[in-house]
């Protein structure tokens, strides 16, 4: 072995930072754009009107108030920057001041899911502590995903089919899982 060898082997481990895709950037800009519009539609033109009737007034409300609160939640709740180091995980979000640190030895692994998109898949990986699901390292968000979950030295506990169930009380709800 060499000195240059030796040097190098010994130097201190270096933290993996992921990368947010700037094209997901400009799709949660464009979200939110696109709400405060709908939003502003509903207050100048349909709820003042007197060519729309009650019924129709409450579906353009219902619609805008669920299309906004995801249009504006969504980024809030899912744009973060991870940073994998020899001891923790953690999650700072983008555009809240909130992070959240997790011990690696704790984490027993990742299940992976691939999400149907109309043009592709794309790999998500989602730390498993406990019986919960930590938030996902994503291929949709982070250009980086597949090296942050190699940088963690997790090993999968499996793949896991996507369904609409699943999504919904386990990620989404956020529900222990099962076994």
């Not at 950037?25 to 729309?52: E, K, Q, R, W």
């Not at 809030?76 to 994998?84: E, S």
């Not at 027993?108 to 990986?125: F, H, V």
Request: with cysteine; aromatic share 16%; hydrophobic share 45%.
């Amino acid at each position: 072995m060499t000195n240059k060898q030796s040097i190098s082997d010994s130097k201190p481990h270096e933290n993996i930072v992921s990368k947010t895709d700037t094209l997901v950037l400009v799709l949660y800009f464009m979200m939110g754009i696109f709400a405060i519009l709908m939003l502003g539609n509903l207050m100048m033109t349909v709820l003042p009107s007197t060519h729309h009737g009650v019924f129709s007034k409450v579906m353009w409300l219902f619609m805008t108030v669920v299309f906004d609160g995801f249009a504006l939640l969504q980024p809030l709740i899912t744009c973060y920057k991870i940073t994998v180091s020899e001891v923790y995980l953690d999650y700072k979000w983008t555009f809240v001041p909130f992070s959240k640190r997790y011990e690696k030895s704790k984490i027993k692994g990742y299940i992976s899911i691939e999400l149907p998109s109309r043009q592709a898949t794309y790999l998500t990986y989602y730390p498993v502590l406990g019986n919960k699901l930590l938030p996902s390292i994503s291929s949709f968000t982070l250009t980086n995903a597949k090296e942050v979950i190699e940088g963690t030295g997790f090993t999968s506990l499996g793949k896991i089919p996507f369904s609409w169930k699943f999504y919904g009380l386990y990620i989404f709800l956020r529900l222990p899982l099962p076994g």
